[in-house]
């Protein structure tokens, strides 16, 4: 959604403008092609070339340690690119990599997905995997997990696919999401803590917003989107002025180019101050 989010945040001359997840970088060359800015681009991601190695929660940290009091633009692109899926730390259903889903060089929260498949109690299991994945089967699949740790600990990422596969009905297996999508995308929220994480970097990103300045947000699922909608209509209520009434969706064009697309959602919001 790049000419979306160019439009969004309307750089101008001289905006210091902050791409808190900068991963190949499209969004941070179009917004340079559309404006003389000075660009301060981070990635948790220790492979991501030329940007400051850093996670969006700790941006107070990564501003002060930059000499940056004051941004104008920011954007937080919650998507996914193919590098990321193919470093090898199991994010993906489709490899068979061990279980880990750190973004970092090492997990925020201090486990990784092998952890907690491995040493969690059944319940709290369930309640990630319903409350991160919005997981139907969750008590099933954490029911089958922990009588198949008993066997031998999980390791890998087919591992895990195969027990989810027999853990959920056939109906479900054979549906148009692959049914591991949901477990996969709990675990990895858990693992990074990534809920708490957007609500830092968002926090972050307005306290240090100009007036007049603008923050774009693209999401990617109801959760991430229900936490940004409601933190949008909090700032609202103060010094915030919703720039788009529902949220943007990408156009045909983009869905042929880019199928993984489809259930991308942008926010945006500018500052308002009164006084």
């Excluded at 061990?98 to 970092?104: A, D, E, K, T, V």
């Excluded at 952890?115 to 409350?131: P, Q, R, S």
């Excluded at 720039?243 to 045909?252: A, E, F, V």
């Amino acid at each position: 959604m790049v000419k979306e989010v160019v439009g969004v945040l309307a750089p101008r001359a001289g905006d210091v403008v902050l791409d808190a997840t900068f991963g190949v970088g499209g969004h941070s060359a179009a917004l340079k092609r559309a404006a003389r800015i000075r660009l301060v681009a981070l990635d948790a991601d220790p492979r991501a070339e030329g940007v400051i190695e850093g996670n969006f929660a700790d941006l107070d940290g990564i501003f002060r340690r930059e000499g940056i009091g004051e941004i104008n633009k920011a954007l937080f692109d919650l998507g996914w690119n193919m590098e990321q899926l193919q470093a090898g730390k199991g994010f993906s259903f489709q490899r068979d990599e061990p279980l880990n889903m750190s973004y970092g060089r090492e997990p925020r929260s201090g486990f990784t997905a092998r952890d907690i498949v491995n040493g969690w109690e059944e319940k709290v299991i369930a309640d990630v995997l319903f409350g991160y994945g919005e997981e139907r089967y969750a008590r099933r699949i954490a029911k089958a997990i922990v009588a198949r740790r008993k066997e031998f600990p999980l390791e890998t990422t087919f591992e895990l696919v195969e027990l989810i596969k027999d853990a959920v009905p056939p109906a479900y297996r054979h549906g148009r999401l692959h049914p591991a999508t949901k477990t996969f995308q709990a675990l990895r929220i858990a693992v990074n803590d990534e809920l708490k994480a957007l609500e830092a970097g968002l926090a972050a990103a307005w306290r240090h917003l100009a007036c007049g300045g603008r923050i774009a947000v693209i999401t990617f699922h109801s959760i991430e989107d229900r936490l940004v909608k409601r933190y949008f209509a909090a700032l609202v209520k103060t010094d915030g002025k919703l720039l788009l009434k529902k949220p943007l969706t990408p156009g045909r064009a983009e869905l042929a180019a880019n199928p993984r697309a489809r259930s991308a959602k942008l926010r945006a919001i500018e500052k308002i101050c009164t006084h």
